[in-house]
């Protein structure tokens, strides 16, 4: 079965970096665009990057260009997203979630069909 | 960037209403629509794509129409466990945006 585990949240200063790990199975990652998501604690979600599923190409939610960086190695079925400088605004449960294409007949679009658990970033001196 | 903008932010409803959740797109998207149901503690789950297609294993309860920049959920029904927080996303364009929810709660 697909399955997306996070992990490498934790507690951190502010300015300091960090790196989430989003390791992929049951499915062929490289196949695949794959999201983060962050949700604040009592906040919506927020898009934060993607990556191609052949990892050529990316993009990344504006408030967070030039601090945060999206990778992935698909011989080891991993999403990474590098945080540096890291704000106590950016103290969320980050989510990777897996992007399929749609299939209804006709222009449908993607959607997230898998999400991993989340893990919990908390900027804090 | 698409700014997606969803109504109401929190809705209270009984066992057995019916409610409809509205989003709106600062721009054209098509049907490029999604909506998400998230439980406390869990991550999102997909409901409907494409606007107005059900996710499989999705209570036919739910459903989703609108195209363009109008889009809308509804729950014909309301059943204990549909008590959540709902987003709409979109998927026209990048960046992906979310509707900021619509809190679901049990009057």
């Known amino acids: 079965q697909v399955q997306l585990v996070e992990s490498g949240g934790g507690v951190v200063q502010p300015g300091k970096s960090l790196r989430l790990s989003c390791a992929a199975s049951g499915f062929t990652f490289s196949n695949y665009g794959v999201h983060w998501v962050r949700q604040a604690p009592g906040k919506g979600l927020e898009w934060v990057a993607v990556?191609?599923?052949?990892?050529?190409?990316?993009d990344y939610a504006d408030s967070l260009k030039g601090r945060f960086t999206i990778s992935r190695d698909n011989s080891k079925n991993t999403l990474y997203l590098q945080m540096n400088n890291l704000r106590v605004e950016d103290t969320a449960v980050y989510y990777c979630?897996?992007?399929?294409?749609?299939?209804?007949?006709?222009?449908?679009?993607?959607?997230?069909?898998?999400w991993g658990q989340g893990t919990l970033v908390t900027v804090s001196s | 960037d698409i700014q997606m903008t969803q109504s109401p932010s929190s809705l209270s409803a009984s066992v057995g209403d019916r409610v409809t959740i509205t989003c709106r797109a600062s721009?054209?998207?098509?049907?490029?629509l999604n909506w998400y149901q998230q439980k406390p503690g869990n991550p999102p789950n997909l409901l409907i794509y494409?606007?107005?297609t059900l996710q499989g294993g999705v209570p036919s309860r739910f459903s989703g129409s609108g195209s363009g920049t109008d889009f809308s959920l509804t729950i014909s029904s309301l059943q204990p466990e549909d008590f959540a927080t709902y987003y709409c996303q979109q998927s026209y364009s990048s960046p992906r945006s979310f509707g900021q929810g619509t809190k679901l709660e049990i009057k």
């Open positions: 494409a606007a107005s």
């Open positions: 979630a897996r992007e399929d294409l749609a299939y209804c007949g006709g222009d449908c679009g993607y959607y997230f069909d898998y």
């Open positions: 721009q054209s998207i098509s049907t490029h």
């Open positions: 990556i191609w599923y052949d990892g050529s190409n990316k």
